[in-house]
């Protein structure tokens, strides 16, 4: 049985491995019944795909694994807090739970900008937790971001 902080650790680690491929260092990992049943990190650049999100990835995945393009019982871990686009396909997964590290000012839409998640006249309602490793994942943006300048 996973828990919590191992899930973000594994979800840390894809976002070292999207850094080495010269991405934005986010990763993400999908769990049901205390196992991983996916990973992903971002990987816009490879695919040429701007919807190509570490939480698009680990969807994709997890529903390719599961047979099913719905994903309940399912936990979405992931680095950073996740964009409007994101966060819309989350809903449409019907995922149970949102767990992520850091929250992104800029463009978060699990409250920090925008409240796409759990917003009251959607009809699809998920736990959200926020903070596992919040300053490790930060630091990991903020040190990739600084090399780049």
């Known amino acids: 049985?996973?828990?919590?902080?191992?899930?973000?650790?594994?979800?840390?680690?894809?976002?070292?491995?999207?850094?080495?491929?010269?991405?934005?260092?986010?990763?993400?990992?999908?769990?049901?019944?205390?196992?991983?049943?996916?990973?992903g990190q971002n990987r816009v650049?490879?695919?040429?795909?701007?919807?190509?999100?570490?939480?698009?990835?680990v969807m994709r995945a997890a529903a390719a694994a599961m047979g099913n393009y719905r994903l309940p019982g399912c936990t979405l871990y992931v680095t950073l807090e996740?964009?409007?686009?994101?966060?819309?396909?989350?809903?449409?997964?019907?995922?149970?739970r949102l767990v992520f590290a850091a929250a992104d000012p800029?463009?978060?839409?699990?409250?920090?900008?925008?409240?796409?998640?759990?917003?009251?006249?959607?009809?699809?309602q998920m736990q959200v937790e926020q903070g596992i490793l919040g300053e490790e994942a930060g630091e990991l943006l903020r040190s990739f971001f600084r090399e780049r300048r």
């Open 1 to 39: 049985m996973i828990a919590d902080l191992e899930a973000m650790q594994a979800a840390l680690a894809e976002a070292r491995l999207a850094a080495e491929a010269g991405e934005v260092p986010i990763g993400a990992v999908v769990v049901r019944e205390g196992a991983i049943v996916a990973t």
């Open 45 to 57: 650049l490879r695919d040429v795909d701007p919807t190509a999100h570490a939480e698009i990835v």
């Open 82 to 96: 996740p964009c409007a686009m994101c966060a819309g396909a989350m809903i449409h997964a019907r995922l149970d």
């Open 106 to 124: 800029k463009a978060g839409a699990a409250g920090s900008v925008l409240a796409v998640i759990n917003h009251s006249q959607l009809n699809h």
